[in-house]
């Protein structure tokens, strides 16, 4: 199978201190761009046009998982990536970003959390 997801973000839990956000716009250039309205608080750091770093601060998440996780974005279906997921019987949390509609599908793997990001 020839992959056709990219990377697309890492997220991370930082201090409240927010010395990895001075830390990713200070030194490494990062600015901080557009964040859909999701329903706990972040940040969002790109490069250019690439989002690179998706920042929360602990319990921020309004019951969500305080989890780090990275992110690859590809153009298939939502159902078409679950349905391979499951094969291998994996767990998922299927969740939608608000505004644009994009599928946001969530599997731990023993600890490292991946996000796959779909058109729908």
């Known amino acids: 199978m020839v992959s056709n997801f990219n990377f697309d973000h890492i997220n991370i839990t930082v201090g409240e201190d927010n010395k990895a956000l001075a830390f990713f716009r200070d030194v490494l250039g990062f600015n ?3 964040r859909p309205p999701f ?11 690439q989002a690179m770093i998706h ?5 921020t998440a309004n019951g969500r998982m305080d989890f780090g ?4 974005r590809g153009e298939e279906d939502a159902e078409a990536v679950i349905e391979r ?24 793997l023993d600890g490292l959390m ?3 990001i779909t058109p729908s």
């Open 32 to 34: 901080k761009g557009y």
């Open 39 to 49: 329903p706990f608080a972040g940040e969002w750091f790109y490069s250019g046009k």
């Open 55 to 59: 920042a929360i601060t602990p319990n």
């Open 69 to 72: 996780h990275v992110a690859f």
């Open 85 to 108: 997921i499951k094969s291998l019987n994996l767990n998922y949390r299927l969740t939608t970003v608000p505004e644009s509609g994009e599928k946001q599908i969530f599997v731990d």
């Open 114 to 116: 991946v996000e796959i």
